[in-house]
């Protein structure tokens, strides 16, 4: 089931490419849905994406693809309107990065490319595994990724910079799937806001009052911080790695 406003937006999209033969941009649909900023219209894409309505095609851009139309919407117009293409099926496969010493070498996939078997996911840009970055906001880049990787909740990408996490399998310039979450257990490895302003990809270790992020990498320390300076973002679940 939609909500109210990613209803509103299917429709609008669905509108646009009947009459223009072009999807609307992030302005358009910011202002068509009277949204105070375009992370918003994100969050509604990133929504209709997951429930398999719409497709964002890669590396071209306002190339939105409709994929089915709400029931009620169909019930009406049967006999004008095409709604016979098949929403994406998921599967349930997920990945195992926790403290058993597994790491994320046993789910590298190849890129897919964008067909029923696969999922659209939002890219946000880089996200250091060594030194921390500032925090990524709105999606770069949408990616696609096979669905059977794609459990439960919502799930986003990360290109990864660095190289502190080489011992568990994740190497600079890969492209790691997390899992929207803001708990993990110790010895997962999660995305991490730190202070508010810095993001890392590093393991999880809590003992005391103390949150620790541990790189992966002799070469680095393992950072220390108190309990209210550290939020986790995410969990990771899965990465691809382009040779």
């Avoid at 202002?31 to 719409?54: V, Y």
């Avoid at 693809?65 to 349930?92: G, Y």
């Avoid at 990864?160 to 803001?182: K, L, R």
Wanted: glycine content about 10%; overall charge negative; proline content about 5%.
């Amino acid at each position: 089931m939609l909500t109210n406003k990613q209803h509103q937006l299917l429709m609008y999209i669905h509108k646009c490419l009947e009459t223009r033969g072009v999807s609307p941009s992030f302005d358009e649909m910011k202002e068509a849905l009277d949204l105070k900023s375009k992370s918003g219209i994100h969050r509604l894409i990133t929504g209709l994406t997951e429930r398999g309505f719409i497709r964002r095609l890669p590396h071209r851009a306002r190339a939105l693809e409709i994929l089915k139309l709400p029931d009620d919407v169909v019930s009406m117009n049967t006999a004008t309107t095409d709604t016979n293409a098949s929403p994406v099926t998921l599967s349930l496969i997920q990945g195992d990065f926790g403290s058993t010493g597994k790491s994320a070498k046993e789910p590298l996939l190849d890129a897919v490319e964008p067909d029923a078997n696969s999922i659209s996911l939002p890219l946000y840009g880089r996200i250091a595994a060594g030194t921390p970055i500032e925090a990524l906001a709105d999606p770069s880049n949408f990616v696609n990724v096979p669905a059977g990787m794609i459990g439960g909740g919502k799930h986003y990408c990360l290109e990864v910079a660095g190289d502190s996490m080489v011992d568990a399998g994740i190497h600079d310039g890969d492209t790691v799937v997390i899992c929207e979450s803001n708990t993990a257990e110790n010895g997962k490895i999660v995305v991490a806001l730190i202070d508010d302003g810095e993001v890392t990809l590093k393991r999880l270790r809590r003992k005391g009052g103390s949150v620790a992020l541990e790189a992966a990498n002799p070469d680095y320390e393992t950072r220390i911080f108190g309990p209210d300076q550290v939020k986790v973002q995410g969990q990771l679940v899965g990465l691809f790695r382009k040779y």
